[in-house]
């Protein structure tokens, strides 16, 4: 699969109009012998076959390359983003979930209620509203209410500027993910292990874990993708709140054609992709034993 991902991708960023050192042929004071030594030195002047197999046989050994734009290496590029990422993403991840497991949760049990369809109703906005736009929407509360300097929230690593990525993506995601918790729980509650525990005079608290336990299956589903999405979910509410993570990089590394950063990227994101499926199918397997050991390896 990774490799399936990273050839394919390869192809469309050397198909891409345009090239890293396009300025530079333009500039007059560099001549082409400079410009064909440089292309030399990042091997960009062997054939494209060649030029991704040497790529991938570096990549498997976890030598990304060398970014062409920051002049550094790629490795070292990604490691020092992606903790500046995970600062954003696990804690809106943390809040987006719990918040959509409560509040479906509750929408459930209190089916038709008032109370269930303000949180539909809440939760469709959430739907409907993308991280980035969110991201908008929280800068111009904050501007209009004065509540936190607008300039402190947009620059620097600190608390206040953390704050508008993490409450941007948690805001705009938990709203599926709380009609997906209902949708499931609305199911066990009609099922017969449900009518059976309620005619069994079984504790409600013993009910209410049971279908509780059963309502994490397909969160648990998600985690794979989830954690996949640590990195690149993140990316366009990075790029609106000028949060120095991952999606600020990978939009430089877009623009100006920097294929080793790109692919690095790529390749990072496709291994998080894999793992993150391998974890989500353990921990289904560890939630619910009807699951066969065969159908998870």
């Known amino acids: 699969m990774v490799i399936a991902i990273s050839f394919f991708s390869f192809l469309a960023i050397n198909f891409a109009p345009g090239g890293f050192f396009d300025q530079l042929k333009l500039n007059p004071s560099v001549s082409q012998e400079t410009i064909k030594q440089l ?3 990042y091997g ?6 060649i030029r991704y197999a040497d790529w ?28 500046n990422t995970l600062m954003v993403s696990i804690p809106s991840a943390f809040l987006s979930w719990s918040l959509a497991f409560v509040l479906g949760v509750l929408s459930a049990f209190k089916k038709d209620s008032v109370l269930d369809k303000i949180i539909q109703g809440v939760s469709y ?3 409907s509203i993308p991280s980035f736009v969110m991201g908008f929407l929280i800068m111009m509360f904050f501007y209009k209410t004065h509540l936190v300097n607008i300039s402190d ?13 993490v409450s941007a993506l948690a805001l705009s995601s938990f709203g599926g993910l709380s009609r997906l918790v209902r949708a499931n729980v609305l199911e066990i509650l009609n099922s017969p292990m449900y009518i059976f525990l309620k005619a069994s005079k079984v504790r409600q608290s013993t009910i209410i874990i049971h279908v509780l336990r059963n309502a994490l299956s397909p969160f648990i589903i998600l985690l794979g993708y989830e954690f996949s999405s640590l990195i690149s979910g993140a990316a366009l509410v990075e790029i609106v709140t000028n949060w120095p993570g991952m ?10 054609k920097d294929l080793f950063l790109v692919m690095g990227s790529l390749y990072v994101g496709s291994i998080m992709l894999i793992v993150g499926n391998i974890i989500a ?11 066969k050991r065969e159908h998870i390896i």
């Open 56 to 83: 991938l046989w570096n990549a498997l050994r976890f030598n990304l390359g060398y970014s062409i734009e920051y002049n550094e290496s790629v490795k070292k590029l990604i490691l020092e983003r992606i903790p």
């Open 39 to 41: 292309e030399a030195f």
């Open 247 to 256: 999606g600020l990089l990978i939009l430089n590394a877009v623009l100006s």
């Open 281 to 291: 199918d353990m921990l289904l397997f560890l939630n619910d034993p009807r699951i």
């Open 44 to 49: 960009l002047d062997k054939p494209l076959l």
């Open 153 to 165: 929230m947009l620059s620097g690593i600190n608390i206040k500027h953390l704050m508008l990525p």
């Open 125 to 127: 906005i959430s739907m």
